[in-house]
């Protein structure tokens, strides 16, 4: 069964973009990364899929349940952490977690004590006295102490320290070992290709590619490197460029024997070709053709 489906799932703002024709067909049991620039369409396609704004057009499912008739039903599998969240400032830790616990008519005292322990949160304090990133692992254990099948999390590692961030992910990578699908949309790449079996890259509203993070890192691109020259060259096919000190590095997409010869007619001190690393590769979806 598809933990997620959507075909040519569309959101409008009026005249403005929202999101564009967005497929995806995410398998139960996945750990999916949705990844994209800030304002690529990320925060809308996940609102779209819980019910939280209504679509333009297209159609969504939810292992098997359409999102606008079957919201309820879809609502109690989920454990969704947005990229923001307020709280009742006045409100205790403890008592926002029993909260949304009896919403859901679930006992969840002991899965939240653990939770909370293992993310350094104290359940006594309120809300208004904690930090950013505590109040972000309020949000955690919000979506994770009623163990749901599908966890949909929304830059969840914002204003979490990198130890929290090690220790978010040991959770989630737990709670996908025993099943449950988790679908995560960030900007950090790391992220991605550190912990997410398969991925989509969204940017303007459109899904430009989907697959596995192995299977996208053979895009043909090459880094390359060139020591030595006093301006930044001129090469059709080449993007991501930066230049400093006399050192040129940049992506290249196309015949490597153009490059060869593009190269030929520079000065430069020395050269280096090499397969780029994972975040240059993501980097190359983020340019518009345009831009090459």
Known sequence: MKAIQTINLTKRYGKHRGIENVGLAIDEGDFFGFIGPNGAGKSTTIRTLLGLIFPTSGTAEIFGKQIVNDKTEILAQ???????????????????????????????????????????????????????????????????????????????????????????YSLL???????????????????????????????????LVSDSVKNLAHTGVKQVTLQGIAAVPEINGTTNMSFNNGCAKFLYRGDQSELIRALSALRFEDVTIADPDFEDIFLHYYTKEEDL
């Open 78 to 168: 989920v454990g969704y952490l947005p990229s923001e969240a307020i709280y009742y400032g006045n409100m205790r830790v403890r008592d926002i977690l029993s909260f949304a616990a009896k919403s859901r008519r679930i006992n969840c005292k002991k899965e939240a004590a653990q939770l909370c322990e293992r993310l350094e949160l104290d359940p006594s304090r309120k809300v208004g006295e904690l930090s950013l990133g505590n109040r972000k692992k309020v949000g955690i254990v919000l979506a994770m102490q009623h163990n749901p099948r599908l966890y949909i999390l929304d830059e969840p590692t914002s204003g979490l320290d990198p130890l929290m961030q090690q220790e978010f």
């Open 173 to 207: 990578k737990e709670r996908n070992r025993q099943g449950a699908t988790v679908f995560l949309s960030s900007h950090i790449l790391s992220e991605v290709t550190r912990y997410c079996e398969h991925a989509a890259v969204i940017r303007e509203g459109s899904v």
